[in-house]
């Protein structure tokens, strides 16, 4: 069970991403998250020092996720399999949780960006598992030859990130169903690798 401290925290977190979608990060105050939470600022401050250490918070625990459940999937018998299954995993979070993806989206090309060192590890170790995957394909045979893995596994974050807001009206809802949009990320990505 979870500790009322930990419930309380997740409660912010989840308003401040609430938050930060409607008005962007810049935008965002610490007044109108705990608003958002119902809890004081007080309590706010006690879990974090400041707004910044709560986008942090959101990105890193965000990001671990996506890494673990990413990894999840690099068990697959052959290096196509793994990064389908991967790439079916990545367009169902960024789909699922376009707030997130929004935020991640601005966090990863904001100019100026000071990102904490778990989350520039955590991308890192994202792009690296797809890279694998590239590199294992390459190997294998079944992806061309003169790919570079990093490159590609870098446009696979990028286009799934994009492509998931591209993919949403200006309500918020999405323009397409999460099959067809993730059909659409698997043609663009197999036309990209195979031989």
Do not use: C, M, W
């Given at each position: 069970m979870m500790?009322?401290?930990?419930?309380?925290?997740g409660r912010l977190l989840e308003a401040a991403l609430r938050v930060i979608s409607r008005k962007g990060y810049s935008a965002a105050t610490v007044d109108e998250i705990v608003k958002e939470a119902g809890v004081?600022?007080?309590?706010?401050?006690?879990?974090?020092k400041s707004k910044e250490e709560i986008g942090n918070s959101i990105l890193d625990i965000r990001t671990e996720q996506i890494f673990e459940d990413l990894k999840s999937c690099a068990v697959e018998k052959d290096a196509a399999e793994a990064l389908a299954a991967m790439l079916g995993k990545f367009v169902d979070i960024a789909f699922d949780d376009r707030s997130f993806t929004r935020f991640l989206m601005n966090e990863l090309w904001r100019e100026g960006r000071t990102w904490s060192t778990d989350m520039r590890?955590?991308?890192e170790a994202i792009i690296e598992l797809l890279a694998e995957q590239v590199?294992?394909?390459k190997a294998d045979g079944l992806f061309r030859e003169s790919?570079?893995?990093?490159?590609?596994?870098?446009?696979?974050?990028?286009l799934i990130i994009t492509d998931?807001?591209?993919?949403?009206?200006?309500?918020?809802?999405?323009?397409?169903?999460?099959?067809?949009?993730?059909?659409?990320?698997a043609d663009f990505v197999s036309h990209a690798l195979l031989r």
């Open positions: 500790k009322k401290s930990e419930q309380t925290r004081s600022k007080g309590v706010a401050y006690y879990h974090f590890q955590k991308i590199e294992r394909g790919l570079d893995p990093t490159f590609v596994a870098n446009g696979i974050l990028g998931t807001l591209y993919a949403t009206g200006p309500d918020g809802e999405p323009t397409v169903s999460k099959d067809q949009f993730r059909a659409r990320i």
